[in-house]
């Protein structure tokens, strides 16, 4: 990864952030050896983030499992781990913040209202990840609004993606290893939900905020998330917050060319230590795409 000339080595700080949702798996193993040897190899800082706002499926039980499997494949961190549990009423000032200046505004509808509305809808907005949220709640009068709040009705917050992009007065760019320089259009992702009903953050908002306050100068992390990066770049934007350089590492697949997943045990690295692999045949088995190098 190309670095300025005068960016001192001690500036590099690298994280792996995963949500303890379910085991670990190759694909982790992969991405967590990525972001723990190039910091290691500037001389920077590896930090380990809990990436467990949804307190309904994250378990302690799963932040031990993930400890164990970086100890045993022989990655460590810098510092304390960072529970994004703990910082609730950080990302509860930054959104009381987003609304003050209106950019949110309460989404009411389920899922199932949302897909009801998009059937009903000839010209439903279409992202690279499926349909848009069609901005039901977007159009509700005022006097609605706060009808609902006050029935106790639970409601996200969305985005107001049209206002959100009046405040750029030049596009957003970052620079992203695998692909150059990019310019954000985070308009393809619609009015995203920063608040979930359940929990006061989404991972849009506390991945932004996290990476900003541990001062994360490479954000290494797999493909599937790059288009959610022209949101986080726009974020960046709105908050003030610095731009991390990025690198959105391909996908390790399995021998079908699909993803791995948590659920399926096979290749959890808890299976596969617990049937006598070592972490050199891991890291052997997921070193397919290479490794980012300065
Ligand atoms: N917590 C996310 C995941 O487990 C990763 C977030 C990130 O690296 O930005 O998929």
């Not at 692909?179 to 393809?188: D, N, R, S, V």
């Not at 541990?214 to 290494?220: A, G, N, R």
């Amino acid at each position: 990864m190309d670095q300025s000339p005068d960016q001192k080595k001690a500036d590099i700080v690298t994280r792996f952030a995963p949500s303890p949702t379910g085991l670990l798996h190759l694909g982790h193993a992969y991405s967590a050896r990525l972001a723990h040897n190039f910091a290691r190899q500037h001389g920077g800082q590896f930090l380990l983030r809990m990436e467990d706002i949804d307190q309904t499926r994250c378990k302690p039980d799963f932040i031990d499992q993930i400890v164990e499997d970086l100890h045993w494949l022989g990655l460590t961190w810098d510092g304390e781990i960072r529970l994004q549990s703990e910082h609730f009423d950080d990302y509860r000032k930054v959104l009381d913040s987003l609304e003050e200046e209106g950019l949110l505004y309460p989404c009411f509808c389920s899922r199932k209202e949302i897909q009801e509305e998009i059937a009903r809808s000839a010209h439903a907005p279409h992202g690279p990840e499926g349909h848009l949220y069609p901005g039901t709640c977007r159009k509700m009068s005022l006097e609605e609004r706060n009808r609902r709040i006050t029935a106790g009705e639970s409601y996200a917050l969305r985005l107001d993606m049209n206002l959100a992009l009046q405040s750029l007065t030049a596009p957003l760019t970052w620079h992203d290893r695998e692909k150059g320089l990019q310019t954000a259009t985070p308009e393809i992702l619609g009015d995203v939900v920063l608040a979930r009903k359940d929990t006061p953050a989404s991972y849009h908002l506390s991945v932004v905020l996290d990476d900003a306050d541990q001062s994360i100068s490479h954000v290494i992390r797999g493909e599937d998330l790059f288009y959610a990066t022209h949101l986080h770049r726009l974020l960046q934007h709105i908050l003030k917050l610095p731009v991390p350089e990025y690198f959105h590492h391909p996908l390790i697949l399995d021998h079908k060319g699909k993803r791995f997943s948590k659920r399926e045990e096979s290749v959890t690295l808890k299976h596969l230590r617990e049937t006598g692999h070592r972490p050199d045949e891991i890291f052997a088995l997921c070193s397919i795409p290479p490794t980012p190098s300065s």
